[in-house]
Structure formats: structure tokens, C-alpha cells
């Protein structure tokens, strides 16, 4: 009879890889939580959490803030009485601090190896397969131990033969002290048979919520199940995802390092008001911060919008709940701050509604490549006008990028700050801000 590694290597799909690939996961445990921690031991062995823009709702929870009880997105006003009790820090997120972190420890991973995936601010591939390393387990224990006295984040690291598995391997070395952060299932056999096991099947990547009650409705309840099923079920079930799914869970590489960016197709940027206003002035400022903040996206894409909406929300939960939406088309494609910024405003101020604004939304859309712009038989598009605006833009660029963020930025931004979100329990951004540097005074 073939074993499932043959079975599986019979009928994998075109796309996955032959050879012996090694891929390792470093996830940062709690990051929100761990970057707070770095410039407050007194947060250490104490219950915290970091909540999202607004105040609104828990986004990270320190390991002793889940042992509580804390659920993910548990909204603040609700545990507002409950955290005092129980001695729960809440924390407004800072993430130019996040941010910052995340970049240098993406650049530690960085001169380990260049064959890197950043998959998320807090997590990233590494490619083992062409490294010399004698001992995985060793490797990662190493890594791990730099990073945390280098950096000061404790991190999880998985190492196996596909994405999939070291994302598993990942999560189950954070859950289980006795791993010691690291686990290495690089080597199929009993041990990975017996971890896939107690792993529910939603909790495998690519399954989720949708997913999980068509396969426990075939008898699908665990990684090992989905493992062992026949490939031609999965793909029946799942499609080619799930004939994928089942072969990187045998160890087979089918989901390489995405190591090129592939431009955005629409950029949004968007914020809920720190309170309720129909202030203009207040809405003028607010489409001129997320309108450079959009189009400073779009430049570093290197790509021109042909169109740009402007969506406003009433506050959804009370009555009377209104959306207003203005779209501008630019005869010429652009990725300028102010030609975007005046144009949805000016829209906006012909058809103004007097309401309680609750949120603002800028998206850009309809993109095209800098170098593909074209003049038209009616020269309406003026290439030389572009080349302009192109190098304005990017004087704004390297300004900011060389003396920090908003140094240079067009004045309606500044018009008002009332619509900013609320953010009463921030931390200082230690690492991004001069005037918010920690002081130290000589006794």
C-alpha cells in the first residue's frame, strides 16, 4: 500500500515543488503588546491590551490579558469596568512605533537570508533551502535569542517543508512553553502526524470560517484528517486550493516566497472621527490628510489614478444613518496630492449636506502605470503639465523622507485637527519622534 507522502507525491498539483524545500515562519508573539513593553518594563508579568483607532476595540492582548478571558476585538466601553478591576493597561495603538519595530526586525531576517517574504507587519517567510544548516531547532533557538536581545520582541518560530506547516509549526511552538518558541517539523513522521492532530481544521491556513462545516460535514476535523483525505475529495471540495492545502500539509511545497509586489489595483485610505462634526472646515482637513496619505501610496507604486471617490458616513448606529459619495474623474491621470485634495473638495462644497459626519473614506482607482500615460487626440492630457506635477511631488517625497513625515504638507491639512481620532492612552513614539524621546535627568 503507498504511504500518504507517495500518495500525495502522485497526485500533487503542477504547481508544487519537487525538491526539498525549507521554509521557517518568525512570528512575533503579541507584537502591539511587545513593542509597548519595550520602553515600559513595569507592563512585564501585567495584564495589557492595545486597542484600535478611536479607542474602539482590543487588537492585541498580552499572554496574561487572555488568560483573563479578554476576547480579540472585545470593544473597550464594554470592558472599560472590567479592566479596572483586574488591573487590564488598555493602550491607544502608536503605529509609527509598531512600524518601526517591524522594520528592524525585518531587516535582522534580512541578512540571514535574502530570500524573504514579509507576510504581515508582524510575521515573516524565510527560505532555508539553501542554507547550510546542521540543526533547525538549533538555527531557530539562535534567531529567536538574537532577535529578543537585539531587538527586545520575543518571537515563535516554525520551521517545515511547506508554508503551511511552518505556520502551524509556528503557532504551536507559542502555545506550548515546553517548545521553547521553536518547533521544527521539517521531517514528516509521527511527531507531525501527532501535532496535526489536535489542530482543528479551521485553524489551517487557507480554511476558515467558510470552509470549516463543508469539511466536518464530509468528517474533515482536524490538519491530520485534511492530510489524509484523498486528493481528488479535496480538490472536489476545495478546488485546486484544497488539493494544495492537502499537499503542503504532507510537506510539499506548494506556495513559494512572494517575493515580488504586485501593484494595488485601488488605494483607500479612511478614518472615523474622533467625534461627530458637519464642521466644513473640519471635513476640508480631513480629505486633505487622507488624500495625501492616499496619494503618497499611489507614488510609491509608481502608478496615476484615473479616479478618486470620496465616501462620508453618518455614525451606523444611530438613526438616520446616511452614506454620500462624490467621485471625480482626472482627464489626466495623476497621483498629485493638492489636483486630488481641490477637486474632491470643490465637488463636495457644490453639493454639500449639512449632516454629522462620523467617518471619510478618499479611494483611488482606476490605476494606471507613470510611464503609460499618453496624450489624447484632443490634448486634453498634457504630458509636460504631468512632468511637473511629478516633480513637485517628488521633491514633497524626499523632503519628508529625509527630515520625517509631514514636514512639508499642504495647508488645508492643517485647517483643523478635531476630526483626528482619539487616542487619550497612546504611548510617546520612542523610536519615530525627537520631542517624544525618553529623558533622563542626573540625580
Avoid at 258 to 287: C, L, N, Y
Wanted: glycine share 6%; with cysteine; charged share 20%.
Amino acid at each position: 500500500m503507498a504511504t500518504v507522502r507517495q500518495l500525495a507525491g502522485s497526485t500533487k498539483p503542477k504547481t508544487c515543488h519537487t525538491m526539498n524545500s525549507v521554509y521557517a515562519l518568525i512570528d512575533c508573539n503579541n507584537f502591539f503588546v511587545s513593542c509597548e513593553r519595550l520602553f515600559r518594563p513595569d507592563l512585564e508579568n501585567r495584564p495589557v491590551v492595545v486597542l484600535s483607532s478611536n479607542d474602539g476595540c482590543v487588537v492585541s492582548r498580552s499572554q496574561e490579558a487572555k488568560a483573563l478571558g479578554v476576547p480579540m476585538a472585545a470593544a473597550h466601553f464594554k470592558f472599560r469596568e472590567f479592566f479596572a478591576q483586574h488591573g487590564v493597561v488598555a493602550l491607544s495603538a502608536n503605529f509609527e512605533l509598531y512600524g518601526d519595530v517591524s522594520e528592524r526586525i525585518t531587516n535582522t531576517l534580512a541578512s540571514i537570508t535574502p530570500h524573504i517574504e514579509v507576510y504581515s507587519v508582524d510575521e515573516s517567510f524565510l527560505d532555508l533551502s539553501e542554507l547550510a544548516i546542521a540543526s533547525y531547532s538549533s538555527w531557530g533557538t539562535v534567531v529567536r535569542t538574537n532577535i529578543l536581545k537585539n531587538i527586545g520582541v520575543p518571537v515563535s518560530v516554525g520551521i517545515a517543508g511547506s508554508k503551511t506547516l511552518a505556520k502551524l509549526a509556528s503557532d504551536r511552538s507559542k502555545k506550548v512553553p515546553e517548545l521553547g518558541g521553536v518547533l521544527d517539523l521539517s521531517q514528516p513522521g509521527q511527531r507531525t502526524d501527532a501535532y496535526l492532530s489536535q489542530v482543528p481544521v479551521a485553524d489551517v491556513w487557507g480554511v476558515g470560517r467558510k470552509l470549516t462545516p463543508r469539511l466536518k460535514a464530509e468528517g474533515i476535523h482536524s490538519a491530520l484528517d485534511l492530510r489524509l483525505m484523498n486528493p481528488r475529495q479535496a480538490q472536489q471540495l476545495i478546488g485546486i486550493h484544497g488539493r494544495q492545502m492537502q499537499t503542503e500539509l504532507n510537506g510539499i511545497s506548494c506556495l513559494p516566497l512572494s517575493r515580488e509586489h504586485k501593484p494595488q489595483q485601488m488605494i483607500m485610505r479612511g478614518r472615523q472621527f474622533g467625534e461627530d462634526t458637519r464642521d466644513f472646515s473640519v471635513i476640508e482637513s480631513a480629505i486633505a490628510s487622507l488624500s495625501a496619505r492616499a496619494a503618497a501610496a499611489l507614488r510609491r507604486e509608481h502608478q496615476l489614478a484615473r479616479r478618486a471617490d470620496l465616501v462620508l458616513r453618518t455614525n451606523y448606529h444611530r438613526p438616520g444613518y446616511q452614506q454620500i459619495r462624490e467621485t471625480v474623474r482626472f482627464y489626466t491621470p495623476t497621483a498629485d496630492t493638492g489636483t486630488i485634495t481641490s477637486q474632491l473638495v470643490r465637488l463636495l462644497a457644490s453639493n454639500y449636506h449639512s449632516l454629522d459626519y462620523h467617518r471619510a473614506d478618499v479611494l483611488l482607482y482606476d490605476l494606471i502605470s507613470e510611464t503609460g500615460l499618453q496624450t489624447d487626440l484632443l490634448g486634453t492630457v498634457s504630458l509636460q503639465d504631468n512632468q511637473k506635477s511629478q516633480n513637485k511631488m517628488n521633491a514633497l517625497d524626499a523632503i519628508n523622507l529625509r527630515h520625517g513625515k509631514g514636514t512639508v504638507k499642504f495647508a488645508a491639512e492643517n485647517l483643523s485637527q478635531a476630526w483626528q481620532p482619539r487616542k487619550n492612552l497612546m504611548s510617546p513614539r520612542y523610536t519615530s519622534a525627537w520631542d517624544e524621546l525618553p529623558q533622563v535627568r542626573p540625580l
